[in-house]
Protein backbone atom coordinates (compact mmCIF):
# COMPACT_ATOMS: atom_id res chain seq x y z
CA UNK A 1 0.00 0.00 0.00
CA UNK A 2 1.22 3.54 -0.25
CA UNK A 3 0.65 6.14 2.02
CA UNK A 4 1.37 10.02 1.69
CA UNK A 5 3.48 11.91 4.10
CA UNK A 6 0.28 13.41 6.34
CA UNK A 7 -1.37 9.52 6.52
CA UNK A 8 2.10 7.93 7.24
CA UNK A 9 2.85 10.64 10.05
CA UNK A 10 -0.19 9.92 11.87
CA UNK A 11 0.75 6.21 12.28
CA UNK A 12 3.27 7.43 14.86
CA UNK A 13 0.42 6.99 17.29
CA UNK A 14 1.83 7.91 21.02
CA UNK A 15 5.35 7.21 19.94
CA UNK A 16 7.56 10.05 22.20
CA UNK A 17 10.10 11.99 20.13
CA UNK A 18 13.47 10.95 22.59
CA UNK A 19 16.13 12.62 19.85
CA UNK A 20 16.69 16.40 20.51
CA UNK A 21 18.62 18.87 17.90
CA UNK A 22 21.90 17.89 19.20
CA UNK A 23 21.83 14.05 18.84
CA UNK A 24 19.92 14.61 15.55
CA UNK A 25 23.16 16.77 14.24
CA UNK A 26 25.42 14.20 15.50
CA UNK A 27 23.40 11.45 13.42
CA UNK A 28 23.12 13.15 9.89
CA UNK A 29 25.35 13.31 6.83
CA UNK A 30 27.26 15.70 5.40
CA UNK A 31 24.81 18.10 3.71
CA UNK A 32 21.77 15.96 4.70
CA UNK A 33 18.73 18.49 5.26
CA UNK A 34 16.76 15.83 7.52
CA UNK A 35 15.22 17.88 10.32
CA UNK A 36 12.97 16.60 13.70
CA UNK A 37 9.86 17.51 11.97
CA UNK A 38 11.44 14.37 9.35
CA UNK A 39 12.20 12.53 12.55
CA UNK A 40 8.61 12.74 13.94
CA UNK A 41 6.53 12.12 10.25
CA UNK A 42 8.60 9.94 9.19
CA UNK A 43 11.17 7.89 11.75
CA UNK A 44 8.80 7.55 14.74
CA UNK A 45 5.88 5.73 12.93
CA UNK A 46 8.79 3.45 10.97
CA UNK A 47 10.16 2.98 14.45
CA UNK A 48 6.53 1.99 15.78
CA UNK A 49 6.47 -0.18 12.83
CA UNK A 50 9.55 -2.08 13.09
CA UNK A 51 8.79 -2.64 17.22
CA UNK A 52 5.41 -4.30 15.97
CA UNK A 53 7.32 -6.55 13.75
CA UNK A 54 10.13 -7.27 16.03
CA UNK A 55 7.87 -7.90 19.15
CA UNK A 56 5.88 -10.46 16.55
CA UNK A 57 9.54 -12.26 15.63
CA UNK A 58 10.30 -12.64 18.92
CA UNK A 59 7.11 -13.99 20.48
CA UNK A 60 7.14 -16.60 17.28
CA UNK A 61 10.83 -17.59 18.49
CA UNK A 62 9.57 -17.89 22.46
CA UNK A 63 6.75 -20.31 21.26
CA UNK A 64 9.04 -22.27 19.63
CA UNK A 65 11.29 -22.38 21.94
CA UNK A 66 9.16 -23.15 24.54
CA UNK A 67 7.75 -26.22 22.02
CA UNK A 68 11.41 -27.82 22.00
CA UNK A 69 11.97 -26.64 25.60
CA UNK A 70 14.72 -24.81 25.27
CA UNK A 71 15.83 -21.76 26.79
CA UNK A 72 18.38 -19.69 24.11
CA UNK A 73 17.42 -15.85 23.01
CA UNK A 74 15.91 -15.16 20.39
CA UNK A 75 17.93 -14.59 16.93
CA UNK A 76 18.98 -11.09 16.14
CA UNK A 77 16.02 -9.04 13.91
CA UNK A 78 18.23 -8.12 10.34
CA UNK A 79 16.73 -5.13 8.92
CA UNK A 80 18.73 -3.79 5.16
CA UNK A 81 18.42 -0.60 4.12
CA UNK A 82 19.21 0.17 0.76
CA UNK A 83 19.16 2.39 -2.38
CA UNK A 84 22.19 4.90 -4.35
CA UNK A 85 25.10 6.32 -3.17
CA UNK A 86 24.26 10.15 -1.90
CA UNK A 87 20.52 9.20 -1.26
CA UNK A 88 21.19 9.48 2.72
CA UNK A 89 20.90 5.49 3.70
CA UNK A 90 23.48 6.40 6.29
CA UNK A 91 21.46 9.12 7.93
CA UNK A 92 18.24 6.42 7.51
CA UNK A 93 20.37 3.94 9.25
CA UNK A 94 21.83 5.79 12.30
CA UNK A 95 18.35 7.35 12.79
CA UNK A 96 16.71 4.13 13.20
CA UNK A 97 19.71 2.53 15.26
CA UNK A 98 19.03 5.59 17.53
CA UNK A 99 15.19 5.22 17.85
CA UNK A 100 14.85 1.75 17.98
CA UNK A 101 17.36 1.20 20.64
CA UNK A 102 14.74 2.88 22.74
CA UNK A 103 12.06 0.19 23.19
CA UNK A 104 12.91 -1.62 26.50
CA UNK A 105 12.23 -5.32 24.49
CA UNK A 106 15.55 -4.55 21.61
CA UNK A 107 17.45 -1.80 23.37
CA UNK A 108 20.68 -3.50 21.71
CA UNK A 109 20.93 -2.50 17.79
CA UNK A 110 24.06 -2.70 15.56
CA UNK A 111 24.95 -0.86 12.56
CA UNK A 112 27.03 -2.43 10.28
CA UNK A 113 27.91 -0.59 6.55
CA UNK A 114 28.61 -2.90 3.31
CA UNK A 115 31.54 -0.87 2.36
CA UNK A 116 33.51 -2.69 5.34
CA UNK A 117 33.39 -5.65 3.40
CA UNK A 118 34.58 -3.77 0.12
CA UNK A 119 37.53 -5.47 -1.66
CA UNK A 120 40.70 -3.67 -0.41
CA UNK A 121 41.95 -1.09 -3.37
CA UNK A 122 44.99 -3.26 -4.41
CA UNK A 123 42.42 -5.94 -5.05
CA UNK A 124 40.25 -3.99 -6.78
CA UNK A 125 43.09 -2.80 -9.19
CA UNK A 126 44.93 -6.67 -9.81
CA UNK A 127 41.18 -6.82 -10.87
CA UNK A 128 40.59 -3.94 -12.77
CA UNK A 129 37.95 -2.87 -10.91
CA UNK A 130 38.79 0.62 -9.54
CA UNK A 131 36.07 2.65 -11.44
CA UNK A 132 33.51 0.00 -9.98
CA UNK A 133 33.70 0.65 -6.75
CA UNK A 134 30.27 -0.10 -5.20
CA UNK A 135 29.41 -2.54 -7.77
CA UNK A 136 28.20 -6.32 -6.73
CA UNK A 137 31.69 -7.26 -8.10
CA UNK A 138 33.83 -5.26 -6.06
CA UNK A 139 32.18 -6.42 -2.42
CA UNK A 140 33.67 -9.54 -0.71
CA UNK A 141 30.48 -10.53 -0.82
CA UNK A 142 31.32 -14.29 0.80
CA UNK A 143 32.57 -12.48 3.91
CA UNK A 144 29.58 -10.15 3.79
CA UNK A 145 26.97 -13.27 4.11
CA UNK A 146 29.01 -15.32 6.57
CA UNK A 147 29.14 -12.73 9.17
CA UNK A 148 25.26 -11.87 8.74
CA UNK A 149 24.54 -15.44 8.34
CA UNK A 150 26.39 -16.23 11.89
CA UNK A 151 25.42 -13.24 13.69
CA UNK A 152 22.20 -14.79 13.01
CA UNK A 153 23.10 -17.89 14.07
CA UNK A 154 24.07 -16.51 17.72
CA UNK A 155 27.40 -15.69 17.45
CA UNK A 156 28.61 -13.21 20.22
CA UNK A 157 31.39 -11.67 18.88
CA UNK A 158 32.46 -10.55 15.53
CA UNK A 159 35.23 -8.52 14.35
CA UNK A 160 34.67 -6.86 10.91
CA UNK A 161 37.11 -5.14 8.45
CA UNK A 162 36.64 -0.96 8.58
CA UNK A 163 36.55 1.05 4.95
CA UNK A 164 37.68 4.78 5.15
CA UNK A 165 36.09 7.41 3.31
CA UNK A 166 38.68 9.47 4.22
CA UNK A 167 41.46 7.03 2.88
CA UNK A 168 38.58 5.51 -0.25
CA UNK A 169 40.41 2.12 1.31
CA UNK A 170 40.10 -0.26 3.96
CA UNK A 171 42.41 -0.10 6.78
CA UNK A 172 44.00 -3.16 7.19
CA UNK A 173 44.95 -2.53 10.45
CA UNK A 174 41.42 -1.50 11.95
CA UNK A 175 38.74 -3.74 13.31
CA UNK A 176 34.61 -3.04 13.63
CA UNK A 177 33.63 -5.28 17.09
CA UNK A 178 30.18 -6.07 16.66
CA UNK A 179 28.81 -7.78 19.82
CA UNK A 180 25.17 -9.77 19.87
CA UNK A 181 22.72 -7.51 18.90
CA UNK A 182 18.82 -7.66 19.41
CA UNK A 183 18.67 -5.77 16.06
CA UNK A 184 21.24 -5.91 13.69
CA UNK A 185 20.82 -3.29 10.71
CA UNK A 186 22.82 -3.80 7.45
CA UNK A 187 23.05 -0.59 5.58
CA UNK A 188 24.59 -0.53 1.81
CA UNK A 189 23.55 0.12 -1.91
CA UNK A 190 23.71 -3.51 -2.82
CA UNK A 191 21.79 -4.95 0.22
CA UNK A 192 18.92 -5.64 -1.94
CA UNK A 193 20.63 -7.73 -4.59
CA UNK A 194 19.10 -11.19 -5.36
CA UNK A 195 21.71 -14.69 -4.99
CA UNK A 196 23.33 -16.06 -7.80
CA UNK A 197 21.74 -19.16 -8.73
CA UNK A 198 23.05 -22.04 -5.54
CA UNK A 199 24.40 -19.15 -3.37
CA UNK A 200 22.92 -17.28 -0.22
CA UNK A 201 22.76 -13.35 -0.56
CA UNK A 202 22.83 -11.27 2.96
CA UNK A 203 18.93 -9.87 1.71
CA UNK A 204 18.15 -14.02 2.61
CA UNK A 205 18.80 -13.05 5.92
CA UNK A 206 16.65 -10.26 6.08
CA UNK A 207 13.56 -9.72 8.66
CA UNK A 208 12.59 -6.47 7.08
CA UNK A 209 13.84 -4.13 4.48
CA UNK A 210 14.09 -0.30 3.45
CA UNK A 211 14.88 1.10 0.19
CA UNK A 212 15.39 4.98 0.11
CA UNK A 213 14.47 6.26 -3.29
CA UNK A 214 14.37 9.33 -5.28
CA UNK A 215 14.72 10.97 -8.78
CA UNK A 216 17.55 9.83 -10.15
CA UNK A 217 18.57 13.53 -11.49
CA UNK A 218 17.86 15.07 -7.86
CA UNK A 219 20.65 12.43 -6.39
CA UNK A 220 22.65 13.20 -8.69
CA UNK A 221 22.58 17.12 -7.47
CA UNK A 222 22.89 15.88 -3.58
CA UNK A 223 26.25 13.80 -4.44
CA UNK A 224 27.60 16.98 -6.36
CA UNK A 225 26.57 18.89 -3.47
CA UNK A 226 28.22 17.04 -1.00
CA UNK A 227 31.08 16.40 -3.06
CA UNK A 228 31.77 20.17 -3.36
CA UNK A 229 31.04 20.58 0.62
CA UNK A 230 33.82 17.44 1.47
CA UNK A 231 35.84 19.24 -0.81
CA UNK A 232 35.90 22.27 1.59
CA UNK A 233 35.92 19.88 4.48
CA UNK A 234 37.00 16.52 4.43
CA UNK A 235 39.36 16.65 1.49
CA UNK A 236 41.25 19.99 3.38
CA UNK A 237 42.97 16.59 5.88
CA UNK A 238 46.45 15.98 4.15
CA UNK A 239 45.61 11.91 4.48
CA UNK A 240 42.04 12.34 2.62
CA UNK A 241 42.14 10.76 -0.76
CA UNK A 242 41.04 13.31 -2.48
CA UNK A 243 42.84 16.03 -1.03
CA UNK A 244 43.95 17.60 -4.32
CA UNK A 245 40.36 17.87 -4.76
CA UNK A 246 40.89 20.42 -2.26
CA UNK A 247 44.17 21.81 -2.86
CA UNK A 248 45.54 21.81 -6.07
CA UNK A 249 42.24 21.21 -8.46
CA UNK A 250 39.56 24.52 -9.22
CA UNK A 251 36.56 24.57 -8.02
CA UNK A 252 34.95 24.06 -11.94
CA UNK A 253 37.25 20.96 -12.83
CA UNK A 254 36.55 19.32 -9.55
CA UNK A 255 32.75 19.60 -10.02
CA UNK A 256 33.64 18.07 -13.84
CA UNK A 257 35.34 15.18 -11.62
CA UNK A 258 32.62 14.67 -9.90
CA UNK A 259 30.25 15.00 -12.19
CA UNK A 260 32.51 12.09 -14.65
CA UNK A 261 32.19 10.22 -11.17
CA UNK A 262 28.68 10.32 -11.22
CA UNK A 263 27.91 9.50 -14.52
CA UNK A 264 30.28 6.94 -15.43
CA UNK A 265 30.20 5.22 -11.67
CA UNK A 266 27.32 6.01 -9.31
CA UNK A 267 24.45 6.60 -11.92
CA UNK A 268 25.71 3.42 -13.85
CA UNK A 269 25.40 1.25 -10.87
CA UNK A 270 21.89 3.17 -9.71
CA UNK A 271 20.67 2.05 -12.54
CA UNK A 272 21.73 -1.22 -13.60
CA UNK A 273 21.93 -2.61 -9.97
CA UNK A 274 20.68 -0.92 -7.40
CA UNK A 275 17.07 0.11 -8.58
CA UNK A 276 16.06 -3.04 -9.87
CA UNK A 277 16.46 -4.24 -6.33
CA UNK A 278 13.53 -1.98 -5.33
CA UNK A 279 10.60 -4.16 -5.65
CA UNK A 280 12.26 -6.18 -2.74
CA UNK A 281 12.27 -4.02 -0.28
CA UNK A 282 9.62 -4.64 2.58
CA UNK A 283 9.21 -0.65 2.77
CA UNK A 284 10.10 2.17 0.30
CA UNK A 285 10.71 5.57 1.78
CA UNK A 286 10.29 8.08 -1.60
CA UNK A 287 11.97 11.74 -1.06
CA UNK A 288 11.19 14.35 -3.27
CA UNK A 289 13.98 17.10 -4.38
CA UNK A 290 14.43 18.46 -0.92
CA UNK A 291 15.33 15.32 0.61
CA UNK A 292 11.96 15.43 2.60
CA UNK A 293 9.77 11.74 2.27
CA UNK A 294 6.73 12.28 -0.44
CA UNK A 295 5.51 8.39 0.02
CA UNK A 296 5.98 5.75 1.85
CA UNK A 297 5.32 2.18 0.29
CA UNK A 298 4.51 -0.80 2.45
CA UNK A 299 4.14 -4.38 1.61
CA UNK A 300 1.79 -5.85 3.91
CA UNK A 301 2.70 -9.31 3.83
N1 LIG B 1 34.85 10.88 -0.24
C1 LIG B 1 34.27 10.99 0.96
N2 LIG B 1 34.96 11.50 2.02
C2 LIG B 1 34.39 11.57 3.23
N3 LIG B 1 33.13 11.17 3.50
C3 LIG B 1 32.39 10.66 2.50
C4 LIG B 1 32.92 10.53 1.17
N4 LIG B 1 31.96 9.98 0.38
C5 LIG B 1 30.90 9.76 1.19
N5 LIG B 1 31.15 10.18 2.45
C6 LIG B 1 30.23 10.07 3.61
O1 LIG B 1 29.94 8.69 3.78
C7 LIG B 1 28.58 8.46 4.12
C8 LIG B 1 27.95 7.39 3.24
O2 LIG B 1 27.79 7.85 1.93
P1 LIG B 1 27.06 6.96 0.81
O3 LIG B 1 27.60 5.59 0.83
O4 LIG B 1 27.12 7.73 -0.46
O5 LIG B 1 25.59 6.79 1.28
P2 LIG B 1 24.38 7.72 1.69
O6 LIG B 1 24.57 9.12 1.17
O7 LIG B 1 23.18 7.07 1.05
O8 LIG B 1 24.34 7.66 3.16
C9 LIG B 1 27.90 9.83 4.03
O9 LIG B 1 27.62 10.28 5.35
C10 LIG B 1 28.90 10.73 3.34
O10 LIG B 1 28.82 12.05 3.84
C1 LIG C 1 31.88 3.26 -0.75
C2 LIG C 1 30.68 3.35 -1.67
C3 LIG C 1 30.80 2.29 -2.76
C4 LIG C 1 29.37 3.12 -0.86
O1 LIG C 1 29.34 1.80 -0.34
P1 LIG C 1 28.23 1.17 0.69
O2 LIG C 1 28.43 1.85 2.01
O3 LIG C 1 26.86 1.49 0.18
O4 LIG C 1 28.54 -0.29 0.71
C5 LIG C 1 30.59 4.76 -2.32
O5 LIG C 1 30.51 5.74 -1.34
C6 LIG C 1 31.79 5.07 -3.29
O6 LIG C 1 32.85 5.40 -2.85
N1 LIG C 1 31.55 4.96 -4.60
C7 LIG C 1 32.63 5.04 -5.59
C8 LIG C 1 32.53 6.22 -6.49
C9 LIG C 1 32.64 7.53 -5.74
O7 LIG C 1 33.77 7.89 -5.32
O8 LIG C 1 31.61 8.18 -5.56
Same mark, same amino acid.
Given at each position: %?E ?13 P ?25 ? *?L??S?? =????? $?A ?8 R &? ?11 V?G ?6 V ?10 S ?5 P ?5 E ?12 ? =?? @?? $?? %???K ?14 VS? %?? @????? =? ?6 ? /?H *?????E ?5 HR? &?????E???? =?????A ?6 D?? &?????? &? ?8 W *????? /? ?12 Y??? %? ?6 D ?5 A???WR????V??VE???P?? !? ?8 ? !????V???? /????
Amino acid at each position: %MELDRDAWAALRASTPLSLTEADLAELRGTTDPTSLEDVRDI *YLPLSRL =LNLYV $GATQQRHAAVR &DFLGETDRPAPFVIGVAGSVAVGKSTTARLLRSLLAQWPNHPHVELVSTDNFLHPNSV =LQ @AR $GL %MRRKGFPESYDRRSLVRFVSE %MK @AGAER =LDIPVYSH /LH *YDVIPEERQTVHRP &DILIVEGINV =LQPATAGRLAVADFF &DFSIYV &DAKVGNIRNW *YLDRF /LELRRTAFSDPRSYFHH %MATTTPEDEALEFASKTWRTINEVNLVENIQPTR !GRATLVLYKG !GDHRVRRVR /LRKT
